[in-house]
């Protein structure tokens, strides 16, 4: 019915029935937790005294420790405020108040400023190059890997036109290729665009529209899906990421912290989705 078991207890002793004799209470250890947790507090000539009884298969003895803690400065919150419910009063010691909102708090680390989301990426690929980046069903690739075909592919935005401040939509199921896209576009100097295949195609519509994307990365079971287009379609899981025509070397585009990343669409519940651009 029931596993914590509270018991307050006023004891009070007549010594005079022990007439000529010395008396004291004596504690009896039984070994045996008869509940989850059995909580004593004996009042003894104005003085509360505690005794906790617990099953040592449920508990540590350091969390019944920090329970007497709590029990402790709740009780003194009450003396202090003994108009407060409850509910309102402290339970945490000063210890593990400092820790919750200072300690676990001290988050703030110089963070890099005046890179590109490819950078450094690029960065990590000179540190790492062999090291895995990216997993996806039964494709595994390294830093080098996923670098060179992510260039590979940027070189060949870059011959459709894209550079910096250009869009590029990328409609694509999660797979190693949209990884690839994200990384080829911004290397381009491009910004991405996000399409998910499941969007009802009027959505698709304004958002290419809206967006004035030139291009879009694709895959080829999706083609039938998307509504018509004016951007040139190249399709990522046909594209050639063993062909020897394009360089696979970091290509250089002059983009900067303050170009477009990627833009991103708002679910448009009160209207038409609108995008919001999202610098370096």
């Not at 504690?27 to 059995?38: C, P, R, S, V, W």
């Not at 060949?156 to 994200?182: K, N, W």
Request: glycine share 6%; aromatic share 10%.
């Amino acid at each position: 019915l029931f596993q914590v078991h509270f018991v307050l207890q006023h004891v009070k002793i007549d010594w005079e029935m022990f007439e000529g004799l010395h008396a004291e209470p004596v504690e009896f250890e039984f070994g045996t937790a008869k509940f989850d947790i059995m909580f004593f507090v004996f009042e003894v000539e104005n003085t509360l005294s505690v005794r906790i009884e617990y099953n040592t298969d449920l508990f540590e003895a350091e969390t019944i420790r920090s329970m007497i803690d709590h029990f402790e400065t709740l009780l003194k919150g009450a003396i202090a405020e003994p108009l407060r419910s409850v509910g309102e009063l402290p339970i945490l010691t000063q210890a593990e108040r400092h820790k919750l909102l200072v300690e676990w708090n001290a988050t703030d680390f110089d963070y890099p400023t005046g890179g590109t989301m490819h950078g450094y990426f690029e960065r990590q690929v000179s540190n790492q190059p062999d090291a895995p980046a990216l997993l996806a069903g039964t494709t595994s690739l390294t830093y080098r890997e996923l670098n060179r075909r992510a260039n590979k592919l940027a070189y060949q935005l870059r011959e459709l036109g894209v550079g910096p401040e250009v869009m590029v939509a990328i409609c694509s199921e999660r797979s190693a290729e949209l990884i690839i896209a994200m990384l080829a576009v911004q290397k381009a100097g491009g910004a991405y665009v996000p399409l998910d295949p499941e969007y009802p195609p009027q959505r698709v519509t304004h958002m290419l529209t809206d967006s004035n994307a030139p291009v879009l990365l694709t895959q080829t079971a999706l083609l039938e899906r998307l509504p018509a287009h004016s951007a040139t379609t190249l399709c990522l899981d046909e594209f050639d990421w063993q062909t020897s025509a394009l360089h696979d070397a970091n290509p250089v585009s002059g983009v900067r912290d303050h170009n477009l990343g990627y833009t991103i669409y708002t679910s448009g519940s009160t209207g038409l989705p609108k995008g919001v651009e999202i610098e370096h």
